[in-house]
């Protein structure tokens, strides 16, 4: 078996070590992660117009984010347990179609409640993606640059949000808040590709060989990470990531009034800044729909003089 410490000192790359395989498995994982943030973050891009369409508070229309994310320990959960059963490729391709179909549907709301239905339900799949995804890239990926890889993987949260803003930039003035939802339905397209050229991490494949030929399936309930031998890891596990999200979530939904005080404060910013046609489209719809901005409240600055 090669180690960690064999392969410090091997002569070859590290990007250059990974089989082709290997390079598609991380992929997979990397379309499904980054594609789950551009169909999540998008949301956040259109509270406002979605808000004023069925005259709802804004603070309603926040409130779908919370329930989407309360949904995702669901997913979570769901996910992971299938994937030490079925492996990991079902779940994977299971919760990229359930939170592209989910957008998809919400895009055709006729009310609230059934936007609401539905981007809550996409909470499942966007909590089923990680922990299928990221176990069959880091499961199948080389020990060398695992940790290093993993990061990158993580990390590519912020370019589906970045996509999902290019998105709104470029196209929202003519497909509006539903073809913003319906454009969420193609991630669901990397179904295909990882149903074709995915394969099981090896690792996996042995170890539910030799539980089957051994008949010594193990089946641990969920309480058993809760065990004295083991709770320090799940405290502090649960500790840093819920510290990540309250941090990341606190800066994102409170963005719109953070900017506002900003602008405000500096009146001749108006002036500076209106030589950018983004900038300029988010802030000053004639027909008042809001920026990537606009989420904290529903009262917009002017700055016209």
């Not at 719809?285 to 002017?302: E, H, M, Q, V």
Request: hydrophobic fraction near 50%.
């Amino acid at each position: 078996m090669v180690t960690a410490a064999d392969l410090s000192g091997s002569s070859v790359a590290w990007w250059r070590e990974p089989t082709k395989e290997q390079w598609l498995a991380w992929v997979a994982a990397w379309l499904g992660w980054t594609l789950d943030a551009f169909d999540f973050t998008m949301f956040l891009l259109i509270m406002v117009p979605i808000s004023q369409e069925f005259h709802v508070p804004l603070t309603d229309v926040a409130f779908v984010l919370s329930v989407t994310l309360w949904l995702r320990l669901v997913g979570a959960v769901g996910s992971g347990w299938l994937a030490d059963r079925v492996g990991r490729k079902i779940p994977l391709m299971i919760s990229i179609l359930w939170y592209s179909l989910s957008n998809f549907a919400a895009g055709f709301s006729p009310t609230f409640t059934y936007l609401f239905l539905f981007r809550a339900l996409l909470g499942i799949g966007m909590g089923g993606e990680w922990p299928a995804g990221g176990v069959l890239a880091m499961e199948t990926w080389p020990v060398r640059s695992r940790g290093f890889m993993g990061g990158v993987l993580q990390g590519s949260w912020g370019l589906g949000f970045m996509l999902s803003s290019g998105v709104y930039g470029l196209f929202y003035a003519s497909i509006g808040w539903r073809g913003m939802l319906w454009i969420g339905v193609l991630p669901a397209l990397s179904v295909f590709f990882v149903r074709k050229f995915v394969k099981e991490p090896p690792i996996w494949l042995e170890n539910r060989r030799r539980q089957r030929l051994e008949q010594r399936e193990v089946h641990a309930p969920l309480i058993a990470i809760f065990q004295k031998q083991i709770l320090a890891n799940t405290l502090t596990a649960c500790v840093w990531l819920g510290g990540g999200f309250i941090a990341y979530y606190s800066v994102t939904l409170c963005s719109r009034r953070i900017c506002k005080r900003i602008c405000t404060s500096r009146r001749g910013w108006s002036r500076r800044r209106s030589s950018s046609p983004i900038w300029e489209h988010s802030w000053r719809r004639a027909d008042g729909a809001g920026g990537p901005t606009a989420l904290a409240d529903a009262g917009r600055p002017s700055f016209r003089h």
